[in-house]
């Protein structure tokens, strides 16, 4: 059964070419020719489609409608016009209708220039300047005539439309696409009413000034035809409802990309624009509402539901359309909705698959919706048959699919094309049962190919007329050879050769080493023929091009036909030809694959034995491409071309009525009988057809009707496929796979029911035999057995281990073996909370839980029954999504000695965290799950930290420097209480004060050699370093002079209150040393008599310490105490806008009074000692710290 590429059977569409090269591009009503003349650099090809679930247009295998799977398929099933996507070209070559079947070969084909003369009883092909036979002495004509599109010379492009079926209407729409400008700048309608005769030109009745871009033909009434004008000069549209003669122009407020019609009703319409909306209209396009914003392209349908007996009660179920939602968000998924034609509010959407699945995966076709769902690096398929709640697809246990395309669901079976895990250029064929849930291979490396925009070619032609009949191009050690079956892929064979060649002589060919190989690739171009062809009008009649050889070739091809359903081939030309059938397959039409102009074609009216040559035009035309009369009748034939490359488009009118000398009588018919080698029963059945005889050149007319006549055959091996689990063996038995435990199949019943036990076998589906072995290998019903629970499994409907906290977690309880419906099911979520079920049945969609804590949970499902128990654990991860981390370093660190640093997140409660920890120009990072990490620098200088932290979905990273050095010194600051009132606590402006206060510090001092670092919290302080000067290692000692220097010049004018800075107009802000003294530093301003006196205490007790230090010459007890509390002190983080924090301080109170100061002193240097047993300080001021130690010291980098 022919089914066409989702546009309506009899609306074509072609754009007429200047060149011998086509460019040739799918819209919603056929194809579209370009000329070659056009800037090639300018077309941009698509990339090919990511592998995924995808179909063949229109839902058939080839033959029916071609054995041609696309990259972006255009949607199959019950769907009325489509519109292909913009911009999407395909090449072809040749002249006489485009290449037929060089579409996706390894290597370009032959072209011969010659012309042909007729020849008869299997003679030399048609060839120019050699003697033949003639049926006349004169040259045979036809009648025709030619009609020149006057004033369209520059355009490039047309779009052709034939109603057909008792109508004389053709409508062309011819237009100038711009390369360069990528749209369409000038554009001519005509109109023809006497089948192509003479046209009209209509321009003046859309509007002189409107540009037109694509023309939809209603596919339920071919008399109502929409137009659309071009995206880029206004959005419109102008309908007719008089096949084309006048038409109304309604503006639109969005753009049009692709229509689809409803299949029954001719007055809805859905319309999907360029920003990825969808509109729906029941008037025929005169008002638009938006159904869906973000939906995928192309993956919209509309199915009519079929009728369900509910006892006597039929239940219509209303129309709906399907289409699925895809938002372009990386925290949203996809989903597939539907909702009814006039009711698709966001309340009335539903979603018949509750889970997410993959983009651009929903395929419907006929009875049957497709999904994919991939889940840790594999796809699932699931299946919807009429209907019915999706079901996973049941493929061989190993197959592990990588690419996954529907070919046919035609009568009840889903034939598929699998690409597995180990295969590269090919795939393997399944066949499913009637749900299409289970898959049995069919053939094993069917050739695949890759056409001009990346979409894959599956070598596999479904033989239209004869059900069960499939001809596929397998690969065997590097060899193409092509293989038919007669039983829906049970058997397969090769093709024997024809006996004799042209020119009489026997062929030697010896199967299996020798046999007839054929291209198998249609044309996605209506108006060329392609390489191979069939129809439904006229069973067992095969024309294709191919080759007598070991394997398929390329380069050696000529024409060869079948009229016994593949049984046995003649060949018919010795170079690729475009054959046409008509009037019921009654008489073949064959024009010459050429890059010269022709002005002869060869009509057979005794299925190829003999051809007699026609001139169809006087003058030799450029052939672009060529159509048929749509109606099965098929008696006009209009070609299109020029006579040279700057002529006018010449529309050439064929009439073959005139070469039918009658109408068929009884005694011009004759009976033939299907077989397989003699084998007289095909898929279960005797069928006998009446067809014409060969030479009868007489017209059937439209009244005929096919006569067949079958009876059902006894049930044999052949009827039956092995089931599904099950592999055929050497001595035709089916037994099971080693990965396949026949007694699973039982785990859907329950003790005290029935179920069918398969015997291994299976009857092909549509196979009509009865009785025989039929009874024998039909599956029978056995009683429930009662089953302990076996194989529990527990998954994420998504397949992920992570969850959001607050978001629902779905989970997925399976079982291998056990009573489904009276086993007890108990799930423990891991946070305290438990579920219990009966059984399976409230299950099935999933348990959803929402966790409020983050942490990992264990998950763990019980089933119980009264034979046993199992159980199921699955660890699961329950994030809060970090929004926000800070990286914790000291700013300065000492060279090769162990720094402490830590990765503060917030929120603090995400639960398990991932830390990617990476140093300097580290290539690989250190991983850990703690937020502290201890790193040695043994490089000096600026050292890079970065740190990401991971949850879940989310990741984020923070990045600081830290100063490595040999030695420093540093020094405690202060500021005057106003610059309190100015801070914000936030690290961006401690930064940014941390830089005022170093260039406030440096007097001819190297940048490089001065680090402040602000304390947070408040009240505000830093600490200050003195850096070594770079490249003074080698001369340490001179540099430690150097560096004092230094320092004694800083705190000379700190102390001297000479370091100030202008916070903003009006506010100075002076620098102190730190000062030991419990009074508060305070502006140094007159009138401020009690600060005065404070001040002059402390000073007081400045001078006691330097007595001290000089009398007994020991350390400060405090200096350690600080070394001891900066080692001690764990490393933070402040938040942005925190007061809570405190800066570590000096005060009084962490001082003992005279009488222990030596007992404490003692004690402390034991505790110095044991944390950092090479700490040196030195006084060199009464102020100054000089610190040369083993360990990192000094504030936290924030």
């Known amino acids: 059964m022919e089914k066409g590429t989702n546009c309506f059977p009899t609306c074509h569409t072609v754009f007429l070419a200047w060149t011998w090269l086509l460019l040739l591009s799918w819209c919603c009503t056929g194809a579209e020719i370009t000329c070659r003349s056009c800037s090639q650099e300018q077309r941009q090809t698509p990339p090919p489609t990511p592998r995924g679930l995808r179909s063949w247009p229109g839902g058939r295998a080839r033959g029916s409608a071609g054995a041609a799977v696309t990259a972006e398929p255009l949607p199959g099933g019950e769907s009325g016009g489509r519109a292909g996507p913009r911009g999407a070209e395909l090449l072809s070559a040749g002249a006489g209708g485009g290449a037929a079947g060089s579409r996706g070969s390894a290597a370009p084909r032959s072209r011969r220039s010659s012309e042909g003369r007729p020849v008869e009883g299997g003679g030399r092909p048609p060839e120019e300047g050699r003697a033949a036979r003639l049926r006349g002495v004169e040259e045979l004509r036809l009648g025709s005539t030619t009609f020149a599109l006057t004033g369209d010379a520059a355009h490039n492009q047309a779009m052709v439309h034939w109603s057909g079926h008792n109508s004389s209407v053709i409508l062309i729409l011819t237009k100038l696409y711009d390369f360069n400008l990528g749209s369409v700048t000038e554009s001519s309608l005509w109109r023809s009413t006497d089948y192509g005769t003479t046209y009209e030109k ?101 199915v009519v539901w079929n009728i369900i007996q509910t006892g006597n009660n039929p239940q219509i179920k209303a129309p709906v359309w399907l289409f699925l939602t895809c938002i372009y968000s990386p925290i949203t998924d996809t989903h597939y909705l539907t909702c009814r034609i006039q009711e698709c509010s966001e309340t009335k959407r539903s979603g018949p698959f509750s889970r997410s699945i993959d983009i651009n995966s929903l395929v419907v076709q006929d009875e049957y919706i497709f999904i994919q ?162 129809k439904e009008t006229a069973p067992g009649l095969m024309v294709a091009a191919g080759n007598i050889g070991s394997e398929l070739s390329y380069t050696d091809v000529g024409m060869f036909i079948s009229s016994d359903g593949g049984n046995s081939w003649r060949q018919i030309f010795e170079e690729e030809y475009n054959v046409w059938f008509l009037d019921w397959g009654g008489a073949l039409v064959a024009l ?100 014409r005889k060969p030479g009868s050149q007489c017209s059937v007319g439209r009244d005929y009707s096919q006569t067949v006549v079958s009876e059902p055959c006894v049930c044999g091996q052949g009827d039956f496929e092995c089931d599904y689990g099950y592999e055929r063996h050497n001595n035709n038995q089916c037994i099971p796979s080693f990965w396949f435990s026949p007694s699973s199949l039982s785990k859907d019943c329950s003790i005290g029911q029935s179920y069918l036990n398969s015997t291994g076998y299976r009857r092909i589906v549509s196979n009509n035999c009865t009785d025989g072995l039929r009874e024998k290998y039909k599956a029978r019903m056995e009683k429930c057995p009662g089953k302990a629970p076996r194989g529990l499994h527990i998954l994420t409907s998504d397949g992920k281990l992570v969850t959001e906290q607050g978001h629902n977690a779905t989970f997925i309880i399976l079982m291998e073996e056990g009573d489904l419906q009276r086993t007890n099911i108990q799930l423990d979520f891991g946070d305290g909370i438990t579920v219990s079920y009966a059984n399976f049945s409230p299950v099935e969609d999933g348990i959803r839980h929402v966790y409020k804590s983050a942490g990992i949970f264990q998950v763990t499902a019980y089933a119980e029954n009264s034979l046993g128990s199992d159980t199921a654990v699955l660890f699961l991860h329950v994030v809060c999504p970090v ?93 005057s209480p106003n610059l309190d009132y100015h801070n914000p606590d936030i690290p961006e402006w401690r930064q940014d004060i941390g830089k005022v206060i170093r260039r406030a510090l440096v007097t001819g001092i190297p940048d490089e050699q001065i680090l402040v670092a602000v304390f947070p919290g408040l009240p505000t302080s830093a600490e200050l370093f003195v850096l070594p000067h770079k490249n003074t290692t080698e001369r340490r000692k001179s540099s430690e002079a150097d560096l004092e220097q230094v320092v004694e010049i800083l705190f000379n004018a700190l102390n001297q209150n000479l370091v100030q800075f202008e916070l903003k107009p009006g506010v100075e802000v002076i620098v102190y040393v730190t000062q030991l003294t419990l009074a508060p530093l305070v502006d140094s301003s007159t009138g401020h008599s009690s600060s005065a006196m404070l001040m002059l205490l402390s000073v007081v007790f400045v001078g006691l310490a330097v007595f001290l230090i000089y009398k007994f010459k020991r350390k400060i007890p405090w200096i350690n105490i600080y070394a001891q509390v900066q080692h001690d002190k764990e490393q933070e983080m402040i938040g942005s806008v925190s007061q809570s924090e405190n800066a570590p301080k000096i005060t009084l109170s962490e001082f003992t009074d005279p009488e222990e100061l030596m007992d404490k002193e003692l004690d402390t240097r034991v505790m110095a000692s044991q944390l950092l047993p090479t700490v040196k300080a030195q006084r060199k001021s009464p102020t100054a710290l000089v610190f040369n130690t083993e360990n990192s010291l000094g504030l936290q980098n924030f």
Request: aromatic residues 12%; glycine residues 6%.
């Open 202 to 302: 209509l321009n003046d009745k859309v509007g002189l000034k409107t540009v037109l871009s694509y023309f939809y033909v209603c596919p339920t009434n071919k008399r109502k035809i929409m137009l659309l004008s071009d995206p880029d000069i206004e959005s419109s549209i102008l309908i007719s409802s008089d096949e084309g003669a006048t038409y109304q122009k309604y503006r639109l407020n969005f753009y049009i990309q692709s229509l689809l019609f409803h299949p029954k009703q001719e007055e809805w319409i859905l319309a999907y624009s360029l920003d990825q909306k969808l509109y729906s209209s029941t008037d025929f396009g005169r008002k638009w509402q938006l159904m869906h914003e973000r939906v995928t392209p192309s993956r919209f349908y509309c």
């Open 373 to 534: 769902v991939t889940a840790g690096g594999r796809a699932n398929y699931y299946v919807s048959y009429r209907r019915e709640p999706f079901a996973q697809i049941k493929l061989p246990k190993y197959s592990l699919p990588k690419d996954m395309h529907i070919i046919s669901t035609a009568e009840n079976q889903v034939f598929a094309a699998v690409q597995e895990w180990n295969q590269n250029d090919t795939y393997n064929l399944y066949v499913s049962d009637t749900r299409g849930v289970y898959f049995t291979l069919a053939l094993e490396n069917v050739k695949s190919s890759r056409g001009l925009e990346g979409n894959v070619m599956i070598d596999l032609y479904e033989v239209a007329g004869i059900k069960g009949i499939f001809l596929a191009n397998k690969k065997i050690d590097d060899q193409v050879k092509t293989f038919i079956t007669y039983n829906k892929g049970r058997d397969w064979r090769l093709l024997k050769a024809p006996d004799t060649n042209l020119r009489g002589d026997p062929v030697v060919c010896q199967l299996p080493f020798c046999s007839l190989h054929l291209h198998l690739q249609l044309s996605e171009n209506p108006y060329t023929s392609g390489s191979i062809s069939s």
């Open 592 to 691: 010459k694959h050429t890059s010269m102009p022709i002005r002869h074609l060869w009509v057979s009216f005794d299925e190829g034995r003999s051809w007699s040559k026609y001139s169809f035009t006087s003058t030799p035309l450029f052939v672009d491409g060529s159509l048929v009369d749509p109606g099965i009748e098929t008696q006009i034939m209009t070609i299109f071309g020029h006579f040279s490359l700057r002529s006018e488009w010449q529309l050439v009118k064929v009439d073959y009525k005139p070469i039918f000398s009658r109408r068929c009588n009884k005694d011009d018919y004759q009976t033939w009988h299907l077989h397989n080698q003699g084998e007289p029963c095909v898929m279960g059945e005797r069928k006998i057809y009446k067809k």
């Open 883 to 975: 929004e926000h981390v800070h990286l914790s370093v000291p700013f300065v660190a000492i060279r090769n000695k162990d720094v402490n640093i830590t990765a503060v997140v917030w929120p603090s409660q995400a639960g398990t965290l991932t830390y990617f920890w990476w140093f300097g120009n580290s290539t690989k990072p250190l991983i850990t799950l703690e937020s502290s990490i201890s790193y040695i620098f043994n490089e000096e200088g600026m050292n890079t930290v970065t740190v990401q932290v991971a949850a879940g979905n989310t990741l984020i990273q923070d990045t600081k420097e830290i100063a490595v050095h040999e030695y420093f010194q540093s020094q405690l600051l202060s500021f």
